[in-house]
Antibody, heavy 119, light 107 residues
């Protein structure tokens, strides 16, 4: 059973960088699949942030592309999100997920972590 | 990017009744569409992928149909645990995009 767990700072100051990590258990990231980040502002819908393949190929939401970096650390079996120059609009619950390969549905999700941007 | 539009925004249904949720894509996504269920305080759960295939462990009362630009999620007989928000998502093209969601509430 694949499990994902987000971790990172829950409070980030405006203009600083949001950093989150997703630890994966039950499957080796280096073997396959895509891995991704999705966010949900309080009371709103889901927004895809970006995804990374097992070999490091990345895809980003154009609306966030200039500020986002997703990377994989196969030695720790985890992947990470960095979002720089954050504002209050980046306040959201951030989820990590495992996506299929040909089928890019989000097969498994982490429980989510709330990140608040505030001074 | 492909815009996904869900309707209605809110659906009021009595337990035991059928619920029909719609999702429309701004251009064809073939059958590359998924449905998710999200309950308060929880992360989403995959229900349907490939427009019609139930994910592992999903009850048979959930069914998906459609292709191209028009899709439907049907819950044949609503159970108490089915009252939640449902999202569709296309994965035919990058960027991946979600619909705005349909809240299924108790009538």
């Amino acid at each position: 059973q694949v499990q994902l767990q987000e971790s990172g700072s829950g409070l980030v100051k405006p203009s600083e960088t949001l950093s989150l990590t997703c630890a994966v258990s039950g499957y080796s990231i280096s073997v396959g699949y895509y891995w991704g980040w999705i966010r949900q502002p309080p009371g709103k819908g889901l927004e895809w942030i970006g995804s990374i393949s097992h070999d490091g190929t990345t895809y980003y939401n154009p609306s966030l592309k200039s500020r986002v970096t997703i990377s994989v650390d196969t030695s720790k079996n985890q992947f990470s999100l960095r979002l720089n120059s954050v504002t209050a609009a980046d306040t959201a619950v951030y989820y990590c997920a495992r996506l299929g390969t040909i089928n890019l549905a989000m097969l498994n999700w982490g429980q989510g972590t709330l990140v608040t941007v505030s001074s | 990017e492909i815009v996904m539009t869900q309707s209605p925004a809110t659906l009021s249904v009595s337990p035991g009744e059928r619920a029909t949720l719609s999702c429309r894509a701004s251009e064809s996504v073939s059958s590359n569409l998924a449905w998710y269920q999200q309950k308060p305080g929880q992360g989403p759960r995959l229900l349907i992928y490939g427009a019609t295939t139930r994910a592992s462990g999903i009850p048979a009362r959930f069914s998906g149909s459609g292709s191209g630009t028009e899709f439907t999620l049907t819950i044949s007989s609503l159970q108490s645990e089915d009252f939640a928000v449902y999202y569709c998502q296309q994965y035919n093209n990058w960027p991946l995009t979600f619909g705005g969601g349909t809240k299924v509430e108790i009538k």
